[in-house]
């Protein structure tokens, strides 16, 4: 299936981060999902932590692109340019043969969405590209027994997009990927300290809120939330100008929106189905996932048993990794991942 003199790559190029994992090496690269351009010009000029940096300190000549949106890729030229920054990175060098690349896709997606993440990894110098539902690769990686007849739940609620599969045999019964995750609380909570204090911030404050506060429930605050003050230079503001103790109801507020696509897809599997996520419970991946109290929270939501996988962020590619170490073994004949044609999708 593979070219033997191939290097071989998995790749979870998520909205916020991008995780780099090389064939019998492991995950190399984990980078945020951002690049910078001189102002005048259309050169990369930093990628990933020094480009985060340079937004962080608003440099004027610089501007910061965010390629991927909503989990999907929403700049072309910028993906390919930090998907050719990454591989290179991971293998260390330029590789003299164009590497076989499996990567994660949304677990819900156009065929133009699809076509276009192929696309930019052709272009960035990949050879054969494979995808991988996110929802199947994100239960993979969380260790859950994704050959097992039983149904089995899985949500990555990352940065751009919540993925909701349910796996039986291998395989994804039924999928959700609502738009909805860690980037629609950062503008619940911005919405929200507008709307009662009368102070606009930037998305990357709200998300630096949303970190410091860290938790959808009061009682689970570490310390004092007084004295925040934001690192993003357009945000003008002094320690205790914000009121933070309503953010942990605010994000729990969010969430339950996330929340209803779940259950709305439990409700869709037959009664056998749903009685076996009763018993089973649900994993929750995904940097969101990182939130103290989600899980109790969304059991009381939900009804359900609920537990958050142990490295909520790693799960998607190391999920890759299992597969990339025996892609022949977990083909399935096809059915678990798609191979990615030159001339079409299939």
Not at 252 to 278: C, F, M, N, S
Request: hydrophobic residues 45%; contains cysteine.
């Amino acid at each position: 299936m593979n070219l033997p003199w191939a290097d071989e790559l998995a790749i979870d190029l998520g909205t916020a981060t991008i995780h780099v994992c090389v064939k019998n090496d492991g995950v190399v690269v984990r980078e945020p999902t951002v690049l910078a351009y001189g102002a005048s010009s259309r050169r990369p000029v930093a990628y990933g932590w020094e480009a985060r940096r340079m937004l962080e300190h608003g440099l004027e000549d610089v501007r910061v692109v965010q390629p991927i949106r909503d989990g999907v890729v929403a700049d072309f030229d910028a993906a390919v340019a930090l998907l050719r920054h990454c591989i290179h990175g991971a293998l260390g060098r330029r590789p003299l043969f164009n590497p076989t690349v499996l990567v994660a896709r949304p677990t819900v997606c156009t065929s133009v969405e699809e076509r276009a993440l192929h696309d930019a990894l052709r272009a960035a110098g990949a050879g054969r590209v494979f995808t991988v539902q996110k929802a199947l690769a994100a239960a993979i990686g969380a260790g859950q027994p994704v050959d097992a007849v039983e149904t089995h739940l899985s949500v990555d609620i990352g940065a751009g997009a919540t993925d909701i599969g349910a796996v039986s045999m291998g395989m994804l019964t039924a999928a959700a990927a609502p738009r909805l995750a860690g980037d629609y609380l950062d503008q619940a909570i911005l919405r929200h300290i507008k709307r009662l204090q009368g102070i606009r911030i930037t998305a990357t404050t709200a998300e630096e809120i949303k970190c410091r506060v860290g938790t959808v429930d009061r009682t689970l605050v570490n310390g004092s939330l007084s004295g925040f003050s934001p690192s993003s230079p357009t945000d003008n503001l002094q320690a205790d100008d914000l009121q933070l103790d309503e953010i942990p109801d605010v994000v729990a507020g969010a969430l339950t929106t996330i929340y209803d696509e779940i259950a709305w897809l439990v409700e869709q599997l037959p009664p056998k189905a749903r009685a076996e996520i009763g018993a089973n419970g649900i994993i929750v991946t995904g940097g969101t996932a990182l939130l103290k109290g989600l899980s109790d929270h969304m059991a009381g939501y939900l009804g359900l048993p609920v537990r958050v996988a142990t490295d909520p962020m790693s799960c998607t590619v190391l999920g890759l990794q299992s597969v990339l170490n025996d892609m022949s073994a977990l083909s399935l004949e096809g059915r678990r991942f798609r191979y990615a044609a030159a001339t079409g999708l299939f």
